[in-house]
């Protein structure tokens, strides 16, 4: 796939990224995700059905996962899986590979 296939999205925070278009039969997702800030501003995110694991391509990631503090610097990567909490900072580039394929729908922000 080339960048010019990608989706631009801007999450409020400081986070932006590139959403590569889902594999064809649902089994994953991928992103570039830059952050110079905080997601979620308030709270927490937490994902029903898909497990999210994030590659540090540069920078570093300050990632609170159930309260408990995991900071990642480049060549780090962190799996979080489906039903746990999570918050992440910092000023990083990301690779983010989604399994299955990202649907909104199955993530909630966890007010605190």
């Known amino acids: 796939m080339k960048k010019t ?20 039969a649902g089994e994953h997702t991928l992103a570039v995700v830059e952050m110079d800030g905080i997601y979620p501003l308030k709270g ?7 497990t999210e ?9 300050n990632l609170t996962v159930d309260g ?17 909490a999570y918050r992440c900072e ?10 299955p394929a990202w649907d909104k729908a199955q993530n909630e922000i966890i007010e605190e």
Do not use: Q, W
């Open 90 to 99: 910092g000023k990083v580039k990301v690779l983010d590979v989604i399994t």
């Open 68 to 84: 408990e503090v995991h900071v990642l610097e480049e060549g780090d990567c962190y799996a979080i899986t489906p039903g746990h």
């Open 44 to 50: 927490s995110s937490r994902n029903s059905v898909c």
């Open 5 to 24: 296939d990608t989706t631009p999205f801007e999450i409020p925070g400081g986070t932006t990224g590139r959403l590569y278009p889902n594999h064809p």
């Open 53 to 61: 694991t994030m590659y540090v391509m540069e920078g570093t990631l």
